[in-house]
Every structure is written in structure tokens, then in C-alpha cells.
């Protein structure tokens, strides 16, 4: 995966969640990302994911926005969610076309049609004008990026001064890692269409150096870690089987490697990063 082209992928991204956001919202419903538990206590999987939006806009201290840019936006389950609860203008990009062509069907469902778009666009080429939103959000999109200086300087262009940047991004270990940390790595990366992924030192340097203030960063890995296991175990339905198997083998392959990340966790080489800085 660290040779592939960014052309190329781009191109397995968007296959990738053309084919199987379907089947993610069948199962799991609109929010396309992991949950939040602040305790091991059970807790219903799709609440989960909610709270992890409403942890980190308390964690940022995200209270009001006008205009958003939810990079990575999936369906729109988060896109929705910033929509209705902080009544701003929410702008959602993907690379894939049948996941914004479904946003905009909920949001239409939802009433929000007039608070929300949904396009097709390149986060590491933003077809926005400078100072374009006061809210940056990025949930889950950072490692799919092929250059994270590239993507965090868009980030900066668009945001207005004073705007704010919130990302959650699946990191790891701060290095040196071991060869054996690296082929593991090496193997989600091909399963899960990334280039590479960071550690959450690395991203602070970076957002340091392209003048972002204000920054601050935590690990939730502790909090996010049960999420690969209820996939796994959603995953066993035959229902899910059957579907699986019909859209062959990239999700064949993404179903059985689940173990992945769930193993990554568990011994600490996958981290939950989370973000927020500020533009000067």
C-alpha cells in the first residue's frame, strides 16, 4: 500500500465504500465510525457511536458553528447530527459517490436538506475558497489520507482565523516499532485502503509546525477498543454472511481481518488520536 499511487488510492477508497456503506448502514445504521464507553458496562452499539460525537464536541468545546466542513462524511450520520444540534451549515465530502448520494437522501428524510450538501471532493485538494468554515470536522478520514501534512494544511486554508480543527484518527505507537509491529501494520493497511498511519506525537509536530494554536490531543483508545469486537460479532450474522460473500472479496477479506484491529488494541499498537487546534 505505502507504493500505490494517491490516484489509485483514491480510486480502491471509493470502490471500497461504494460497495459496502449499504451493508454498514443495514447493520449498523448511519454513524460509520467507532463508539465511545466511558465504562466497560454494556451499552447499545449505535448509542455508542452518537456519544462519541457528543464527547468530542465537549472534549473541544465545540458549543456553536455556522459553517462546517465534515470531511469524510460517510452517509451523513455526523454531518446530521451537527446540523440539528448546533443549527449550522453543514458542507460533507467523501470519495464516494453512492455514500453522498445517500447523505443527501437522509438529509432530505431528516428536514436538513436545507442546512446540508453532500459532494464528492478530494480532502487533499479542497474545492473550497480560503477562511470557508468556522468548524473543521474530521471523524475517522485522517488515516486515509495519503500525505496528513497535505491534508491538515487544507484543513488550515479553509478554516476562517479563529476557526476551529477537530479530528479523530486511528494512530499508532509512537516508534521505533519492530518489524513484527510493522507487518501487522502493513496488513491493515492493505485490508482497510490506508497509506500509513501516525502516531499522535507525530500529528501534534505537524500541527505545530503549520502554525495551528491552541492544540491539544488525548488517546481514547481505552474508550474505543470493545467497538472491533462487536463488529466481529455483528459480522457473524447469516444475514451478514451471506451479504459479505455476495460483494466479494475486498469485503470478504476487511470481514476476516477484524481480528486486526482488535489485536492492535489490545497490545497498543493501534491508538485512537484525537485532535483539535485552532487557526491563528
Known amino acids: 500500500m505505502a507504493t500505490q499511487t494517491p490516484t489509485a488510492l483514491r480510486q480502491d477508497i471509493r470502490a471500497f465504500y461504494d460497495s459496502s456503506s449499504a451493508l454498514w448502514e443495514s447493520v449498523w445504521g448511519e454513524h460509520m465510525h467507532h463508539g465511545y464507553w466511558d465504562s466497560p458496562a454494556p451499552k447499545d452499539r449505535r448509542q455508542a457511536q452518537v456519544d462519541l460525537i457528543v464527547e468530542l464536541l465537549r472534549w473541544s468545546g465545540v458549543t456553536k458553528a455556522?459553517?462546517?466542513?465534515?470531511?469524510?462524511?460517510?452517509?451523513?450520520?455526523?454531518?446530521?447530527?451537527?446540523?440539528?444540534?448546533?443549527?449550522?451549515?453543514?458542507?460533507?465530502?467523501?470519495?464516494?459517490?453512492?455514500?453522498?448520494?445517500?447523505?443527501?437522501?437522509?438529509?432530505?428524510?431528516?428536514?436538513?436538506?436545507?442546512?446540508?450538501?453532500?459532494?464528492?471532493?478530494?480532502?487533499?485538494?479542497?474545492?473550497?475558497?480560503?477562511?470557508?468554515?468556522?468548524?473543521?470536522?474530521?471523524?475517522?478520514?485522517?488515516?486515509?489520507?495519503?500525505?496528513?501534512?497535505?491534508?491538515?494544511?487544507?484543513?488550515?486554508?479553509?478554516?476562517?482565523?479563529?476557526?476551529?480543527?477537530?479530528?479523530?484518527?486511528?494512530?499508532?505507537?509512537?516508534g521505533p516499532l519492530t518489524p513484527q509491529q510493522n507487518r501487522q501494520l502493513a496488513k491493515i493497511y492493505q485490508v482497510y485502503y490506508l497509506p500509513y498511519i501516525l502516531s499522535i506525537p507525530a500529528y501534534e509536530t505537524i500541527l505545530t509546525e503549520l502554525g495551528y494554536q491552541g492544540i491539544q490531543t488525548t488517546d481514547w483508545s481505552a474508550q474505543v477498543s470493545q467497538f472491533w469486537q462487536l463488529v466481529m460479532d455483528s459480522a457473524q450474522l447469516p444475514a451478514v454472511i451471506r451479504e459479505i460473500r455476495s460483494l466479494g472479496w475486498p469485503l470478504i477479506r476487511a470481514a476476516l481481518a477484524m481480528g486486526l484491529m482488535r489485536e492492535g488494541y489490545r497490545t497498543g499498537l493501534i491508538r485512537y488520536g484525537v485532535f483539535t487546534a485552532v487557526r491563528g
Open 66 to 174: 455556522q459553517r462546517i466542513l465534515d470531511v469524510g462524511c460517510g452517509i451523513g450520520g455526523s454531518s446530521l447530527y451537527l446540523a440539528e444540534q448546533l443549527q449550522a451549515q453543514v458542507t460533507g465530502i467523501t470519495l464516494s459517490p453512492v455514500q453522498a448520494q445517500r447523505a443527501q437522501a437522509r438529509a432530505q428524510a431528516a428536514g436538513l436538506a436545507t442546512q446540508t450538501q453532500f459532494e464528492v471532493a478530494d480532502a487533499l485538494a479542497l474545492p473550497y475558497p480560503d477562511a470557508s468554515f468556522d468548524l473543521v470536522w474530521a471523524l475517522e478520514s485522517g488515516e486515509h489520507m495519503a500525505d496528513k501534512a497535505r491534508f491538515l494544511s487544507e484543513c488550515w486554508r479553509v478554516l476562517q482565523p479563529g476557526g476551529r480543527l477537530v479530528m479523530a484518527t486511528w494512530c499508532c505507537a509512537p
